[in-house]
């Protein structure tokens, strides 16, 4: 009895240490309809699984003990049976209906989510893999950003769904927020769509979920979801030029001397490169790095200095800045509020 409790105390173990580093990374958690439906296949799942081995480990057991060796053998072998029509078709028909029970249930929650008419006021948002980051598209908003993805709330009064549009810019990558919905996946050259409808305000975190190089495990992504008119001001806030303080015309023109330029915009500049993320509005981001480090001047600061420091591979190189230029620079991000 001693081991398998030990498995069990590792298990949940592990658990709870999982919930320590992603406090909200649960698919047990659900706070969407697409990850709902995930979640109520995996308790059917979990239950079917659950009584098979309730059965299989009961007749075990039960054998063990019922023909256990005695401590008198009369040494007489028991009955030999030789097949055994009954049972055979037994364990034949009933794992077949178990796998159409479960083929069935899964198929019908596929549909379901995949096949649900997106409504007209749907948010649209186009998300683009890239090695190693997010990039997040609102056409519609005419909003750029990356890594933290921001939708309003779905309440009962005002239902809010927002449509994703998938592509890949390189190789395959796959969104995953948990909470949210099951795992879509970014192939280059192809479209993929899918749709989540958070009813939770709060902040859900997600992975890349398909192997795409070496800093795959550090391709996080955040949802923030928000109030309806909380989203508005974010949208509106992200939607107009980057700030642009007379104080800091240093601070800007060494940034915009420097080659950043051609792979990051800043709106309102002649910043206009798109292999970087758009940088106009990044202090309203809360991490640097795709999730890896917090948004903060010392982070930022050591992240411009040396981003291969940080995450290894990544596709900007060291810029070799002099201490005044990655100052300044540090200093212009800074005010991009
Ligand atoms: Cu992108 Cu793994």
Redo the contacts with the bound molecule.
């Keep these: 009895m001693k081991f398998p409790l030990r498995v069990a105390g590792l298990l949940f173990a592990a658990m709870s240490f999982g919930q320590a580093v992603h406090p909200v990374a649960n698919m047990f958690r659900p706070r969407a309809t697409p990850a709902e439906s995930v979640f109520n296949i995996s308790m059917l799942m979990l239950a079917i699984c659950g009584a098979i081995f309730v059965i299989v480990a009961g007749l075990l057991a039960f054998t063990i003990v019922r023909f256990r060796r005695r401590k008198v053998d009369d040494g007489r072998e028991p009955a030999q049976v030789y097949g055994g029509n009954r049972i055979e078709i037994a364990w034949t028909v009933i794992p077949i209906l178990i796998v159409l029970t479960l083929g069935m249930a899964t198929a019908r929650a596929v549909v379901e989510v995949q096949n649900k008419r997106m409504p007209v006021d749907a948010l649209k948002v186009t998300v683009i893999?890239r090695?190693?980051w997010w990039e997040f598209r609102y056409p519609d908003l005419g909003v750029v950003t990356a890594n933290e993805l921001h939708v309003p709330v779905s309440t009962v009064a005002q239902p809010a769904v927002t449509a994703l549009t998938l592509e890949s810019i390189d190789?395959a990558?796959?969104f995953w927020v948990p909470q949210l919905a099951g795992k879509t996946d970014l192939i280059p050259g192809i479209t993929n769509h899918m749709w989540i409808d958070p009813r939770q305000e709060g902040t859900f975190l997600g992975n890349?979920?398909?192997?795409?190089?070496t800093q795959?495990a550090n391709?996080l992504l955040r949802v923030v979801v928000e109030p309806a008119a909380d989203f508005e001001k974010w949208a509106a806030a992200q939607k107009m030029n980057a700030a642009s303080d007379p104080q800091l015309e240093s601070a800007r023109n060494t940034f915009l001397s420097l080659n950043c330029i051609n792979c990051h915009t800043v709106s309102g500049t002649i910043a206009k490169g798109t292999f970087g993320p758009d940088l106009s509005h990044l202090m309203s981001r809360t991490t640097l790095a795709s999730g890896m480090i917090s948004n903060t001047p010392g982070n930022l600061h050591a992240w411009v200095k040396d981003p291969q420091a940080i995450k290894r591979g990544n596709l900007m190189p060291n810029m070799q800045l002099n201490p005044r230029e990655l100052d300044e620079v540090v200093k212009y991000l800074s005010s991009l509020k």
């Design positions: 893999g090695q190693w190789v990558h796959s890349c979920a398909e192997y795409c190089g795959h391709m």
